[in-house]
């Protein structure tokens, strides 16, 4: 599943996608709701609770993008590899295989809990 899913090339692509508009929607909501980076706002315990929040969640994108992203990429040249081939895959090459995906769970461990941590941090700065 995860060989089809990576030979696409949309798998990252769309991830990405996704990341950088729901940090650019961040960004138009923090705006207004900071009064427009009012110093005096982001001082108080709401301010830097959300600003905190926002820092993880683009820390989060960033570490999609260039850490996990380059795994993907990896990993669907290597799933065009063994799947364009006839018969049993070498082992050489779904030692990589699984080498590349224990990368990407790690990487992708790490990547939701920085997402946890901002959603974590924003919805705390809802309820001060």
């Not at 949309?10 to 900071?34: D, H, K, Q, Y």
């Not at 364009?84 to 790690?106: D, F, N, S």
Request: aromatic fraction near 6%; avoid cysteine.
């Amino acid at each position: 599943f995860m060989l089809q899913l990576a030979k696409s090339g949309r798998f990252g692509r769309v991830l990405t996608a996704s990341a950088i508009i729901t940090v650019l929607a961040g960004a138009l909501l923090f705006w207004p709701t900071s009064g427009g980076l009012n110093g005096d706002w982001l001082k108080t315990p709401q301010g830097i609770t959300l600003t905190i929040g926002a820092i993880f969640g683009i820390v989060a994108m960033l570490h999609g993008i260039f850490a996990t992203g380059p795994i993907t990429v990896k990993m669907g040249a290597l799933a065009k590899e063994l799947l364009g081939r006839q018969g049993p895959p070498p082992p050489e090459l779904m030692k990589e295989a699984q080498a590349l995906g224990a990368r990407l769970g790690t990487n992708s461990i790490i990547s939701l809990a920085l997402g946890g941590l901002a959603l974590l941090f924003m919805a705390a700065a809802q309820t001060i």
